[in-house]
């Protein structure tokens, strides 16, 4: 058995999804339609930022993957950290979220292969609104978005792992912007944008699909 573990927030959750799946949930059971032996755990906490991700990574992970010998764990940094604050700052700077993400790569890669996943885009309001979890105001924009999925990129190209790039694919499909479109941050999707991101998670997927025995036999 294949263990799928997501550590991430909003979007790994599935906040707004109307079948309580998410899109790992989705990913999971079209995996198991097919016939892969896998399950999952969704470690997922609504507007996480990564600094506090970073501290529950290793502790929540490590008793469910310590016994396992096929596994792949996700990591989601959200949008929390990409929110813009009064004076156009981001929540979190580059080099915190960087300096984050690094330490939890490198602690995560010694249980399970890991895979990153990026942020999604979102629809731009002109209003700042306040956030749910903090009550800061707070806005999004694509600019940031799209230069940390880059950077994103380039890391996991450098560390050899799985990049999910959500901001691209999903930019491509004007589905997904309608699933965001009625969320008073455009952020979170609906059900058909769960689907989306668990369709195209699962192209990615497939060559990390196959068992080690398959691989060597």
Avoid at 111 to 129: F, H, K, N, S
Avoid at 171 to 178: E, G, S
């Amino acid at each position: 058995m294949k263990t799928l573990c997501f550590i991430g927030t909003t979007i790994t959750c599935g906040a707004r999804d109307r079948d309580a799946l998410g899109w790992p949930g989705r990913l999971t059971r079209q995996l198991i339609r097919e016939g892969n032996d896998v399950h999952h755990y969704n470690l997922g906490i609504p507007g996480e930022t990564l600094p506090v991700l970073a501290k529950r990574a290793e502790r929540e992970a490590k008793p469910r993957l310590e016994r396992v010998e096929e596994a792949l764990v996700f990591i989601e940094p959200g949008h929390a950290d990409l929110a813009l604050l009064k004076d156009s700052r981001r929540r979190t700077d580059a080099t915190t979220f960087e300096a984050h993400l690094t330490v939890t790569m490198d602690l995560l890669d010694s249980m399970a292969q890991v895979v990153l996943v990026g942020p999604t885009p979102v629809i731009e309001r002109d209003a700042l609104r306040p956030c749910p979890v903090t009550g800061e105001m707070i806005r999004y924009s694509n600019t940031p978005i799209a230069a940390v999925s880059r950077r994103m990129a380039s890391l996991a190209d450098e560390r050899g792992i799985l990049y999910l790039d959500l901001f691209t694919e999903m930019q491509k499909a004007p589905a997904f912007a309608a699933s965001i479109d009625d969320d008073p941050h455009g952020i979170d999707p609906g059900s058909g944008g769960h689907k989306l991101i668990a369709d195209y998670a699962h192209a990615m997927l497939a060559p990390l699909m196959v068992s080690e025995d398959e691989a060597h036999g």
